[in-house]
């Protein structure tokens, strides 16, 4: 992985291949991500602009070329890059973890309004959707049945939190490859000591439960939606709080999975333990004194 980092730094072209060829493999494109995260908490926010354009640029031609369309690079510019780029140029100038997770739940919570503010009944969209990716795919118009009510009552109410969560979920992975791959090269174990002392505050928290509670009163809407993107953000806390307890504590990495299997299983449970870490500090408690500072 050293090699892998250092080659990504060695230039923009070569930073911007990388983010191509990611790019291209779905499963993979998370390291586009990365690697703009790498060149941009390393070299600032200018290198980090120039090697998205330059990649973005690539990305459309060969897209427009082999399918008509380049629609998806500017997607993932946008959707993608663009809040990396940000939230990159922020944690290297205040090397704080904490503070990132908050603006990058700032980035979230704005997507989420602006959302609404663009299209008058989310619901109304995300079926139009489903429905355009069922005729891609050769299925017949509607799900019927139990699927159809499903669909309508379940899941397209929260498909407005749910893809930004995903967005945001993509972002964060990105941010932290390319923190992991700058501490590899030039502070090991750094990102490991940031990421247990992460803690969104507990103004943070108190907002959350207030979302929380005004989601399940209100119903479907913004404010649910910002109660999914904000329990989205302390899962990743109680991810956090259990990294540092496990380590404080020595157990086995073992337990660590359990607990990533755990979190989409266990949304609300999670968030909620994130929460509450938050609130009453229950890291510096389980750990034994205070967090690592960032």
Do not use: C
């Given at each position: 992985m050293k090699a892998f980092a250092a080659f990504i730094l060695r230039g923009?072209?070569?930073a911007a291949t990388v983010m191509v060829a990611a790019s291209l493999l779905p499963l993979l494109s998370i390291f586009a991500a990365g690697a703009l995260a790498l060149v941009t908490l390393r070299q600032g926010l200018q290198q980090g602009a120039m090697v998205a354009a330059i990649a973005g640029a690539i990305l459309f031609a060969l897209l427009f070329a082999a399918a008509g369309t380049g629609e998806p690079a500017l997607r993932l510019v946008l959707e993608q890059w663009l809040p990396v780029l940000v939230l990159a140029e922020w944690l290297r100038r205040t090397v704080s973890l904490s503070s990132t997770l908050l603006l990058w739940l700032g980035l979230g919570a704005l997507a989420v309004v602006g959302f609404h503010l663009v299209i008058p009944d989310p619901a109304a969209h995300w079926e139009?959707?489903?429905e355009a990716f069922l005729a891609a795919a050769g299925a017949e118009p509607g799900l019927g049945g139990e699927a159809e009510a499903l669909l309508?009552?379940?899941?397209?109410?929260?498909?407005?939190?749910?893809?930004a969560a995903n967005l945001?979920?993509?972002?964060?992975?990105?941010?932290?490859?390319?923190?992991?791959?700058?501490?590899?090269?030039y502070n090991p174990g750094g990102l490991r000591a940031e990421f247990h002392g992460l803690d969104l505050g507990r103004e943070a928290g108190v907002v959350a439960l207030a979302l929380w509670v005004g989601g399940l009163l209100a119903g479907p809407g913004w404010v649910a939606d910002l109660a999914l993107i904000t329990g989205a953000a302390f899962v990743v806390q109680a991810i956090a709080f259990a990294h540092a307890v496990a380590a404080a504590r020595g157990w086995s990495g073992a337990w660590l999975v359990l607990v990533y299997v755990a979190a989409p299983l266990l949304f609300r449970p999670m968030a909620l333990v994130g929460i509450g870490d938050a609130l009453f500090q229950w890291r510096r408690r389980l750990t034994g004194g205070q967090p690592p500072a960032e």
């Amino acid at each position: 992985m050293k090699a892998f980092a250092a080659f990504i730094l060695r230039g923009p072209f070569q930073a911007a291949t990388v983010m191509v060829a990611a790019s291209l493999l779905p499963l993979l494109s998370i390291f586009a991500a990365g690697a703009l995260a790498l060149v941009t908490l390393r070299q600032g926010l200018q290198q980090g602009a120039m090697v998205a354009a330059i990649a973005g640029a690539i990305l459309f031609a060969l897209l427009f070329a082999a399918a008509g369309t380049g629609e998806p690079a500017l997607r993932l510019v946008l959707e993608q890059w663009l809040p990396v780029l940000v939230l990159a140029e922020w944690l290297r100038r205040t090397v704080s973890l904490s503070s990132t997770l908050l603006l990058w739940l700032g980035l979230g919570a704005l997507a989420v309004v602006g959302f609404h503010l663009v299209i008058p009944d989310p619901a109304a969209h995300w079926e139009q959707v489903v429905e355009a990716f069922l005729a891609a795919a050769g299925a017949e118009p509607g799900l019927g049945g139990e699927a159809e009510a499903l669909l309508q009552e379940d899941l397209l109410p929260l498909m407005t939190g749910l893809w930004a969560a995903n967005l945001m979920l993509i972002v964060l992975a990105g941010l932290l490859i390319g923190r992991a791959l700058q501490a590899l090269l030039y502070n090991p174990g750094g990102l490991r000591a940031e990421f247990h002392g992460l803690d969104l505050g507990r103004e943070a928290g108190v907002v959350a439960l207030a979302l929380w509670v005004g989601g399940l009163l209100a119903g479907p809407g913004w404010v649910a939606d910002l109660a999914l993107i904000t329990g989205a953000a302390f899962v990743v806390q109680a991810i956090a709080f259990a990294h540092a307890v496990a380590a404080a504590r020595g157990w086995s990495g073992a337990w660590l999975v359990l607990v990533y299997v755990a979190a989409p299983l266990l949304f609300r449970p999670m968030a909620l333990v994130g929460i509450g870490d938050a609130l009453f500090q229950w890291r510096r408690r389980l750990t034994g004194g205070q967090p690592p500072a960032e």
